[in-house]
């Protein structure tokens, strides 16, 4: 039996976890698993804990989760939904998780599926931060369509770009970035320096953006899935003319982050409703809000007779 914390990272176009020991300074990251939303943050929950209860019975071993934490854009719906102990933000998870892993981090370049983040960090704290939820053009999202408009999957495109020299598209949003690229195809351009077109005004839309340019420093992570993209990382290597760190566990920082601030806040008793809720069906339904005029559409799942809502 292995006491440990669950960090949980819901995201819109991903959802991780992490198993981490309580006696974390022994390097005792146990797990991480990682899977698509694709709009359902239950059921992608549920497959989470079911792979959990496969490698309980796979290793003759048993979790005693004593702490659970979430973050993410669904990080308070799955926490009613949970009853996990604590939800974070996912700047704050992400700059934790980060310092773990390097404490003269002081800068973390952070590329969701569907945002992108800029951090500065000194000692753990955040010292300035900033978002871009607004504009698709900088995400990992735009990357995964644009490769398998031409002819990849994501986890290709990186390799098949590197050393080449793409011509410049726009960085200023999606309708002119395809605009180009659909005009480079006319004019006989390869696919491969297309995609490394794509690479290049993914990079110039963050750090016009999202980043703060001059305030880089010297110590710079690359963190969320879109780091395993090496080509995309030489690009940025290659214009700011510094190294960029990335970790193994880039794709799991936020889900880390997570896990260690339970740490930090000393809990040590949880109201987690059990990995065994992937074995119970939550029905979720959806409604249209009529208390003003924006008619939002909620979600609400059923848990055990508790009605949770979002949207």
């Known amino acids: 039996t292995i006491p440990i914390y669950l960090g949980i990272d819901i ?9 981490m020991a309580t006696n974390h300074r022994s390097n005792r990251l146990l797990a991480g698993l990682y899977t698509r939303t694709r709009g359902q943050p239950v059921l992608a929950t549920q497959s989470l804990f079911r792979e959990i209860k496969e490698i309980e019975q796979k290793y003759l ?4 989760i004593i702490g659970t934490g979430t973050t993410g854009s669904g990080r308070k719906f799955l926490q009613k939904i949970l009853n996990a102990d604590y939800a974070i933000d996912e700047i704050t998870a992400h700059a934790r998780a980060a310092y773990e892993l390097n404490p003269k981090i002081d800068t973390i370049i952070e590329i969701g599926g569907q945002d992108s983040k800029f951090m500065r960090v000194h000692q753990e704290q955040v010292r300035d931060s900033n978002m871009n939820y607004v504009c698709a053009a900088g995400t990992g999202s735009f990357v995964e369509e644009q490769a398998n408009k031409l002819g990849y999957k994501v986890s290709e495109a990186g390799p098949a770009v590197l050393g080449i020299q793409p011509p410049r598209a726009t960085d200023r949003c999606t309708v002119f970035m395809e605009r180009d690229l659909n005009h480079y195809l006319s004019e006989g351009y390869t ?7 794509v690479l290049h005004s993914i990079r110039e839309n963050y750090l016009t953006k999202v980043a703060i340019e001059g305030s880089i420093g010297n110590t710079v992570f690359f963190q969320g899935a879109t780091a395993k993209n090496r080509a995309l990382v030489a690009a940025f290597e290659q214009r700011l003319q510094k190294p960029i760190n990335v970790s193994k566990y880039c794709h799991l920082t936020g889900a880390l982050g997570a896990a260690l601030s ?13 990995i065994a809720l992937h074995e119970k069906t939550i029905n979720v339904t959806s ?16 848990v055990a007779g508790e009605k949770v809502a979002y949207g």
């Open 11 to 19: 995201g819109s176009t991903s959802t991780k976890a992490v198993l």
């Open 61 to 64: 071993t048993q979790f005693e």
């Open 191 to 197: 696919v491969d320096e297309v995609l490394a077109s």
């Open 262 to 274: 339970l740490l930090d806040q000393g809990i040590g008793e949880t109201g987690f409703r059990g």
């Open 287 to 302: 409604e249209t809000c009529e208390l003003c005029t924006n008619h939002c559409k909620i979600t609400l799942a059923d």
